[in-house]
């Protein structure tokens, strides 16, 4: 909260814990919603309390109370005594969503809420701005002289730190992603791609000590694991089992199950999409729980895969968004209704190019990577497995696809991948189909490998798209995939 003046610098550092006595204390989010905080802004005032402190904290300059209101800002809030306020959980909730209403009204005066949106990197870590970014960085004071003020006009953190050296950058990363509306009045999703596409995820799923990806989505593994298609994309790190799983999106838990997979589901604010987050050692939320990116939803395990720790990651994506993406969406896998959650594996999904015009399924399982926060590494045995390229897997920088927030092209649909780990647009199904036709040997290998019916399902999902291909380049790829379909099945 605001400090005297002449004490400002040393009571932000007590407040960061940077001196002796700092309040180590933290409310939690139970106790304030029983005080009056709106469960959804709970969680952001909690993490604000870990850093400030207790019901009943005082500290060496009088600023008291949860979220350490200083004197004379305590009084503007809460004009009784310094007992009262202490005894009274509510007025300290109350005092607490009037001056914080207040500094978000100062800080959209000075403009500061042109960062929403915006990344911002520092310390290693990148977040997308939201609006509890602003209100936490507020912390630092919300004038427009002060570090907010400096970062909103240079756009550069090591400009914007306060006396003890600390960049408000810190604080903008650490508060985004929760959910402020009760100070702001406003719903805010999550970081979304222009034209509301999807939500990427707004922070690692897991501590990357080791992160690693382990299993790609999209290929048939019978025989490898599980038999069928993995609908899925498999991560695990170095923590192993027990390790926290997070959100990394706000959301609802609409599906928290102690099923063979000890399964949660989170569906994002605006309903058009759902995370899958399977094999938990334990499940830490229940459905209808409202979950931010930060919220542990499960820890790591080996449900339903003895001896195989790791989180096997689904994303979903509503069919009104995908059956716009014709041939650009890749491999999908349509699920019957909004309340199925678990796609066939015996299936092999179908091509994007399929879905054109087509009634859309209320849901699609996507390939994962393309929402991931970062990209990670695939295991070497992953990269050089000879079932996986047959099927069209390849990652020649051995890392997972560029985060995009929408579904991504992979494998024969969208054309075979870059060295850079993206998709070329030209180079795909089209190759795949000469190297057939110009190829006996590689047709007869073909024929009995992974990819038969891959190709087949391609080859006759592209005739329909080859009838009604408006460029030349749609055209192309769609003669490559038929003649691709037709070598395999012997026409």
């Known amino acids: ?66 979220f350490q209101f200083c004197p004379d800002t305590r009084i503007r809030y809460h004009p009784s005594s310094l007992a009262s306020f202490l005894a009274s959980p509510t007025a300290q909730v109350s005092a607490y969503r009037r001056y914080m209403a207040d500094e978000w009204q100062l800080a959209r005066r000075n403009g ?22 602003i209100i936490k960085g507020c912390q630092f004071g919300c004038a427009y002289g002060g570090a907010l003020g400096r970062y909103h006009r240079t756009g550069d953190c090591d400009q914007a730190r306060d006396g003890n050296g600390v960049s408000v950058c810190t604080y903008l ?68 089992e027990g390790a926290h799983v997070y959100a990394g999106v706000p959301g609802t838990v609409v599906l928290s199950a102690a099923n063979r997979t000890n399964s949660v589901f ?14 938990g050692q334990a499940r830490r939320v229940a459905q209808g729980n409202s979950v931010q990116p930060d919220t542990v939803v499960i820890t790591q395990g080996d449900a339903g895969s003895p001896g195989a720790t790791h989180l096997h990651l689904e994303v979903h994506v509503a069919g009104e968004i995908m059956a716009s993406f014709g041939e650009a969406m890749g491999r999908v896998w349509p699920l019957q209704d909004r309340e199925t959650f678990f796609g066939a594996k015996g299936s092999s999904g179908l091509a994007g190019a399929s879905l054109e015009g087509a009634a859309p399924a209320p849901f699609y399982i996507v390939n994962p990577e393309t929402y991931l926060h970062r990209r990670v590494p695939f295991t070497a045995s992953i990269l050089s497995a000879e079932q996986y390229a047959r099927q069209g897997f390849s990652r020649p920088d051995g890392l997972t696809l560029e985060p995009t927030c929408a579904p991504g092209a992979d494998f024969l649909d969208g054309g075979m991948v870059s060295s850079n780990g993206g998709h070329n647009s030209m180079g795909g199904v089209t190759q795949f189909g000469v190297a057939l036709a110009a190829n006996p040997q590689t047709t007869a290998n073909m024929a009995s490998s992974d990819a038969r019916d891959a190709a087949i399902q391609y080859g006759l999902a592209a005739i329909g798209s080859a009838r009604n291909g408006s460029n030349m380049a749609a055209s192309m790829r769609s003669r490559a995939s038929v003649l691709s379909g037709l070598i395999l099945t012997g026409q």
């Open 1 to 66: 909260m605001r400090f005297p003046r002449t004490s400002f610098a040393r009571a932000f550092a007590l407040i960061l814990g940077a001196l002796p006595g700092a309040a180590t204390a933290q409310v939690s989010t139970v106790e304030l919603i029983n005080a009056g905080m709106p469960p959804g802004l709970a969680e952001f005032a909690s993490a604000v309390s870990s850093s400030e402190g207790d019901w009943d904290s005082v500290n060496q300059f009088g600023c008291a109370g949860a």
């Open 112 to 133: 500061f809420d042109e960062l929403i949106g915006s990344q911002v990197c520092w310390g290693g870590q990148c977040r997308t701005i939201t609006q509890s970014s």
């Open 173 to 240: 990363i650490r508060g985004a992603g929760y959910d402020v509306s009760g100070i702001t009045g406003d719903i805010e999703p999550g970081p979304v791609l222009a034209g509301g596409v999807g939500t990427c995820f707004d922070r690692d799923l897991m501590s990357a000590a080791g992160l690693r990806a382990t299993s790609p989505f999209g290929v048939d593994r019978t025989g490898r694991a599980s038999a069928g298609y993995h609908l899925g994309l498999d991560l695990t790190n170095a923590e192993g």
């Open 266 to 279: 989170v569906e994002t604010p605006d309903g058009r999409q759902r995370v899958g987050y399977l094999h």
